[in-house]
T-cell receptor, first 114, second 116 residues
């Protein structure tokens, strides 16, 4: 069964800290992997997409790495800000293109305190 | 650019009633997805359409659930009759297929459904 586990489930840090969110997936035969952000009462926003052949992707203060063979991905957030407070979801895709199946983890809920 | 638009944002109704959720995808997107999110099960794909045609409805929980996409700019998810265990947040997402694939799905803000 294809499952995603995210650790920790919740995290509270003071503003300015660098932090790492961890994700593991049981089936390493992924097509790609995305990190999404979900704000309370809102939908999901795609932050980063890593192809299965890639090792990492960067966008601003965010860096996502992928170790496909071991079934792991991490999201690194540098110099965290209160506006980063949200739930972060690690979402591997199995199968190609837009018809691939997305498997959602339960997410890590991040609170960044001013 | 307008994103994916869902309505209503909140729906509270009594069990047994028919519920209709609506979605307007991003203009030009040819894939549309319906998801359900609960605390216990997280996000689950219910059904998706390509060019208005249902492709995979294996995630639809029961015959009480049905989805339609009469045109490229509108889709509905209907529950009849509704039950308390249908209470969840329902998301609609759309995406654009290109020769490069891997286009991210764009999500609406969801409909929070409560069945009493």
């Amino acid at each position: 069964k294809q499952e995603v586990t995210q650790i920790p489930a919740a995290l509270s840090v003071p503003e300015g800290e660098n932090l790492v969110l961890n994700c593991s997936f049981t089936d390493s035969a992924i097509y790609n992997l995305q990190w999404f952000r979900q704000d309370p009462g809102k939908g999901l926003t795609s932050l980063l997409l890593i192809q299965s052949s890639q090792r990492e992707q960067t966008s601003g203060r965010l860096n996502a790495s992928l170790d496909k063979s071991s079934g792991r991905s991490t999201l690194y957030i540098a110099a965290s800000q209160p506006g980063d407070s949200a739930t972060y979801l690690c979402v591997p895709q199995y199968g190609s293109g837009n018809t691939g199946k997305l498997i959602f983890g339960q997410g890590t809920t991040l609170q960044v305190k001013p | 650019d307008a994103g994916v638009i869902q309505s209503p944002r909140h729906e509270v109704t009594e069990m047994g009633q028919e519920v209709t959720l609506r979605c307007k995808p991003i203009s030009g997107h040819d894939y549309l997805f319906w998801y359900r999110q609960t605390m216990m099960r997280g996000l689950e794909l219910l059904i998706y359409f390509n060019n208005n045609v249902p492709i995979d409805d294996s995630g639809m929980p029961e015959d009480r659930f049905s989805a339609k996409m009469p045109n490229a700019s509108f889709s509905t998810l209907k529950i009849q009759p509704s039950e308390p265990r249908d209470s969840a947040v329902y998301f609609c997402a759309s995406s654009l297929r290109t020769e490069y694939s891997n286009q991210p799905q764009h999500f609406g803000d969801g409909t929070r459904l409560s069945i009493l």
